[in-house]
């Protein structure tokens, strides 16, 4: 069974530049989510979709942004990248009812130069 | 708003010591709550979980209980190995929010 899958494992961009993330969920879970986490911190939650609409949002500005598609795989796009943004970006699938129960990726690592 | 606090690390420990990590929260309503462990490089893995009150969650040798008389969910093993290194992360899932909140997370060292 496999789990949940992340692509790129590594990525290095330029301050200004967009970047998209992909995550592919768990066989049979519904729902994504994605967080972000800064060297040495905890992860903080992006966003949720389910049904191919966002259904949370944290405290993220709109240059973050996603997208989920009919097969429940998802995008995370950053626009305008800042230095600040450097991080590992998680990605989580869960199903909908008992959404609490989330299984992670391995995550994408983002450096912003 | 929703918030988890855990102490702070680096803990070291030699191996086959008792292990304890602190975890406290801030929430409103009845979350539910977890802890999760990071190895060097990977995401996160799911470890243990409790869902309400007086819950004991328990896996691979780790324990935590729900206090909400504390609202704590203190991580525990009786004996560590070099194996359990890794950060440790406590976080807790409030159903209003459709979201986890994480702790800064714990770094453990065991030495042999």
């Not at chain 1, 692509?7 to 994504?32: A, E, N």
């Not at chain 2, 209003?96 to 060292?109: D, E, I, P, S, V």
Request: hydrophobic content about 30%; aromatic content about 12%; proline content about 4%.
């Amino acid at each position: 069974d496999a789990g949940v899958t992340q692509s790129p494992t590594h990525l290095i961009k330029t301050r200004g530049q967009q970047v998209t993330l992909r995550c592919s969920p768990k066989s049979g879970h519904d729902t994504v989510s994605w967080y972000q986490q800064a060297l040495g911190q905890g992860p903080q939650f992006i966003f949720q979709y389910y049904e191919e609409e966002e259904r949370q949002r944290g405290n993220f500005p709109d240059r973050f942004s996603g997208h989920q598609f009919p097969n429940y795989s998802s995008e995370l796009n950053v626009n305008a990248l800042l230095l600040g943004d450097s991080a590992l970006y998680l990605c989580a699938s869960s199903l909908v009812r008992g959404s609490y129960e989330q299984y992670f990726g391995p995550g994408t690592r983002l450096t912003v130069t | 708003g929703d918030s988890v606090t855990q102490m702070e690390g680096p803990v070291t420990l030699s191996e086959e010591a008792f292990l304890t990590i602190n975890c406290t929260y801030t929430a409103t309503g009845y979350p539910s709550l977890f802890w999760y462990v990071q190895y060097p490089g990977e995401g996160l893995q799911l470890l243990l979980k409790a869902t309400k009150a007086d819950d004991k969650g328990s896996n691979k040798g780790f324990e935590a209980t729900y206090r909400k008389e504390t609202t704590s969910f203190h991580l525990e093993k009786g004996s560590v190995q070099v194996s359990d290194s890794a950060v440790y992360f406590c976080a807790l899932y409030n159903n209003a929010g459709n979201m986890l909140t994480f702790g800064g997370g714990t770094r453990l060292m065991v030495k042999p």
